[in-house]
């Protein structure tokens, strides 16, 4: 199975841009690689999906290479509401019917 | 937005006890998960559901997990006699479809503690 691969821990200021990259080598043609972010004691909420290129919403922006070999979330200007953890996860189809959750990046934005 | 819908919120059990926890998934949605987090750990995957049987489960759903789909509505999870290490923040989850591109919801969470 492939495996994602990112930081365990960023920190950043308010009003400053968070760049979170996730490699991801074992990538499937057909795979999508989807961001999720996580309050303390809430669940997991999902931001952004991609699956080439770049893709923007109002939450973030995702880039991806061309060989899909990693994505990199980019959080533009953070608050302190933007403290959490932030997962990057690639569903395999040969995984069958489960999302894995590897250990995620831990963004603390200081005043 | 929709929203996964949880209860309790928090549940205290002793240890060797049954209990139940409830999910109410987005209406539309096919595809049922539930996970724990461990306090300070990851999020780990328990097992997935769909068509009234369960298609993914994990090493930790062992023989004292069940999961159930009773009505069109509910979604359980069941220990059957809990340990301490069952201690954790239980969250369920739904989609609409098992591809790459079809996110997960997750509901706010059971905190079970087991005493």
């Known amino acids: 199975l492939a495996k994602t691969t990112q930081p365990i821990s960023m920190d950043s200021y308010e009003g400053q841009e968070v760049n979170i990259t996730c490699s991801h080598n074992?990538?499937?043609?057909?795979?999508?690689i989807t961001w999720y972010q996580q309050f303390p004691s809430q669940g997991p909420r999902f931001i952004i999906q991609?699956?080439?290129t770049k893709v923007t919403n109002e939450v973030a922006s995702l880039f991806i290479p061309a060989d899909r070999k990693s994505s990199t979330l980019s959080l533009p200007r953070v608050s302190l509401s933007d403290t959490a953890v932030y997962y990057c996860?690639?569903?395999?189809?040969?995984?069958?019917?489960?999302?894995?959750f590897g250990g995620g990046t831990r963004v603390l934005v200081k005043p | 937005e929709p929203e996964v819908t949880q209860t309790p919120s928090h549940q205290v059990t002793q240890m060797g006890q049954e209990v139940i926890l409830r999910c109410v998934p987005i209406?539309?949605?096919?595809?049922f998960y539930w996970y724990r987090q461990i306090l300070g750990q990851k999020v780990e995957f328990l097992v997935s559901?769909?068509?009234?049987?369960?298609?993914?489960k994990s090493e930790i759903f062992d023989d004292q997990f069940s999961v159930e789909r009773p009505d069109g509505s509910n979604f359980t999870l069941k220990i059957r006699s809990t340990k301490l290490e069952d201690s954790a923040m239980y969250f369920c989850?739904?989609?609409?479809?098992?591809?790459?591109?079809?996110?997960?919801?997750f509901g706010s969470g059971t905190q079970l503690s087991v005493l």
């Open positions: 209406s539309n949605h096919l595809y």
């Open positions: 991609g699956y080439k």
């Open positions: 074992n990538i499937a043609t057909n795979d999508y």
């Open positions: 996860l690639v569903e395999l189809k040969a995984a069958g019917n489960k999302l894995t």
């Open positions: 559901f769909y068509n009234n049987e369960i298609s993914e």
């Open positions: 989850a739904s989609r609409w479809g098992m591809t790459g591109f079809e996110k997960l919801f």
